[in-house]
């Protein structure tokens, strides 16, 4: 892994995609930019520079060092829109369902976490894996202690990344040392986002875990703090498993459904994202595209934990567009590698008789991710100033995958797609050759070849 900033321009050089609209929503000859001998332009803080086909800006880098990734393709770095960290060695965990799994596996491994020195050794290796798997900013959950969020964001901060965290709330039906209290919660949340939030690239958000675990005095003070800090998030769960859905109800005998119990709270924002949605009511989710609020799809995880199918294409509709990204979910997610979660995304569809093209899953995972996070502006595409993020993946990084994908880099976006499916179903760790963060290599595969030269 590489650390510290870079202090002299550079380039790089290879086949390139990124999406300059939503495939969901126009045309994806439109919403696709591929250019098969393209040249990244990146300044000395890590912001991109300079962007297009070789051949238009060669003349303008013959000074500085290119390094060439043939026979590649580069992609914004990968955004995972919703991911624990502190359920990273319980990936994996047999045989329950949601309210059952928590309380089996999650509770017992997060009491781990009070102690600051196993979560640093826990964080060092989670940022390993999201690096390895071409994944570069995420929206994480830490546990209850509020140590468990420091030792995030130190490790964070120190590689430079762009990520989002924060302390779980959660002040009942829970073990009591992993409870709080509702204003212990406010004050430690408060604390959080006074010292971390916009330092650098790190971004705060508050986090209730689910209503469940939240009274409606906490939930009222997670409200107050979005109010105190308008621009920090607000992340939480929503309708995830039915028996969950449920609970709520009785839990929240006067409210209207699952989401109105956040939107009481002031919890419903634009700056709010709810994993999973995967029981929502067509209210719920005229609701949330009124609101701008975001929901992550976690295919992986929901059907791991037998929780149901996600309705992508209702989230996606253009009479009432929500902002969707896609999520692993980890521990009840089964993979760190946003290739394999767009693969069981595919299948998700594929049961509601729904189709999920390459296009459309890689522009959840890269820009999609990036406006669900309202980061846009920032990241997700390779836009002149945005920050250069970007990973770059080999779609013949296996015997089978380079039998299937062949030699040769596509020519047309009809052969890219076809490329890409592939790349997305067969895909893995594996396939991510080198994942760049603010322009500096942050992951190489050790088999990957590429040239540097000067031009």
Known sequence: MGEGMTTKPQAFRGAFLDFVHDPFHWPEHESVRYVKDGVLVVDHRGIIQAFGPYVNIAPNVANLPITHYPHHLILPGFIDTHIHYPQTEMIAAYGEQLLAWLNQYTFPTEMKFQNKTYAQKIVGFFLDELLKNGTTTALVFAAVYPGSVDAFFEEAERRNLCMIAGKVMMDRHAPAMLCDTAESSYQETKALIEKWHKKGRLRYAVTPRFAATSTPEQLRLAG???????????????????????????????????????????????????????????????????????????????????????????????????????????????????????????????????????????????????????????????????????????????????????????????????QTFALMMMGDDRAVGATYVLGNLAYQRDSLRHDSAQS
């Open 224 to 418: 107050q703090l979005l109010q105190e800090f308008p621009d920090v998030y607000l992340h939480t769960h929503l309708s995830e498993n039915l028996d969950e859905v449920a609970w709520i109800a009785s839990l929240f005998p006067d409210s209207h459904g699952y989401l109105d119990v956040y939107d009481r709270a002031g919890l419903v924002t634009q700056r709010s994202i709810f994993a999973h949605g995967i029981h929502l009511t067509d209210a719920e989710f005229m609701r949330l595209s009124e609101a701008e609020s975001a929901i992550s799809f976690c295919p992986t995880s929901n059907l791991f934990l037998g929780s149901g199918l996600f309705k992508l294409e209702q989230a996606k509709s253009l009479e009432h567009p929500i902002k969707v990204g896609l999520g692993t979910d980890i521990g009840a997610g089964t993979s760190f590698s946003m290739l394999q979660t767009a693969n069981e995304a595919y299948k998700v569809a594929q049961l509601r008789q729904q189709k999920l093209s390459s296009f459309r899953a890689l522009f959840l995972a890269t820009l999609g991710g990036a406006r669900a996070l309202n980061l846009g502006d920032r990241l997700g595409s390779f836009e002149v100033g945005k920050e250069a993020d970007f990973v770059v993946l080999d779609p013949r990084s296996t015997p089978l995958m380079a039998l299937r994908n062949g030699p040769d880099t596509p020519q047309t976006l009809t052969e890219l797609a076809d």
